[in-house]
């Protein structure tokens, strides 16, 4: 015989294992305090699916190889070479890498190979959908304050 407590807690956790078998996620929103405009991403990836067609495609990894294991620093300099050749028109080969104050969206679309699928401008905020490959793999609702709809909201009575 079972007493009330003991019968509570077996019922509470019947019901996690049944809610944790079926619970699944759509996506992670994140705040950010500044997020650029569309464009300013699509040229980006632009860039970047530029560069990947100087690449060779490695079979054994699936992934593109761009130099071989202990490559001489002549070939590290072609590449830079290359990366400055696609980026010739912006200031992102020239800019000095630090560690702090990233954009987010910029650092999943040049270190993970994300890509931003969806955009959208509310009402006081902006977002953009960054995604996976995969396409049950992860969303990343990133949202920041936008600057021009908060002007406009302070001009109407």
Same mark, same amino acid.
């Given at each position: 015989?079972?007493?009330?407590?003991?019968?509570?807690?077996?019922?509470?956790?019947?019901?996690?294992?049944?809610?944790?078998?079926?619970?699944?996620?759509?996506?992670?929103?994140?705040?950010?305090?500044?997020?650029?405009?569309?464009?300013?991403?699509?040229?980006?990836?632009?860039?970047?699916?530029?560069?990947?067609?100087?690449?060779?495609?490695? #079979?054994?990894?699936?992934?593109?190889?761009?130099?071989? #294991?202990?490559?001489?620093?002549?070939?590290?300099?072609?590449?830079?070479?290359?990366?400055?050749?696609?980026?010739?028109?912006?200031?992102?080969?020239?800019?000095?890498?630090?560690?702090?104050?990233?954009?987010?969206?910029?650092?999943?679309?040049?270190?993970?190979?994300?890509?931003?699928?969806?955009?959208?401008?509310?009402?006081?905020?902006?977002?953009?959908?960054?995604?996976?490959?995969?396409?049950?793999?992860?969303?990343?609702?990133?949202?920041?304050?936008?600057?021009?709809?908060?002007?406009?909201?302070?001009?109407? #009575?």
């Amino acid at each position: 015989r079972l007493s009330w407590f003991a019968a509570l807690q077996q019922f509470a956790l019947a019901t996690m294992s049944d809610l944790t078998s079926s619970f699944q996620f759509h996506h992670v929103q994140v705040f950010v305090n500044d997020v650029k405009p569309l464009d300013d991403y699509k040229k980006l990836e632009e860039r970047l699916n530029a560069l990947a067609h100087k690449g060779q495609f490695d #079979p054994f990894s699936g992934r593109m190889r761009y130099l071989e #294991p202990n490559a001489h620093e002549s070939r590290v300099q072609e590449g830079k070479m290359a990366w400055q050749e696609v980026c010739k028109d912006s200031t992102i080969a020239t800019t000095a890498f630090t560690s702090s104050g990233q954009d987010l969206v910029e650092q999943l679309i040049v270190g993970l190979g994300w890509r931003v699928t969806a955009d959208y401008n509310g009402l006081g905020t902006r977002s953009v959908l960054v995604t996976s490959a995969d396409p049950c793999g992860v969303k990343l609702c990133i949202t920041a304050a936008s600057h021009e709809s908060s002007e406009v909201e302070h001009d109407e #009575p």
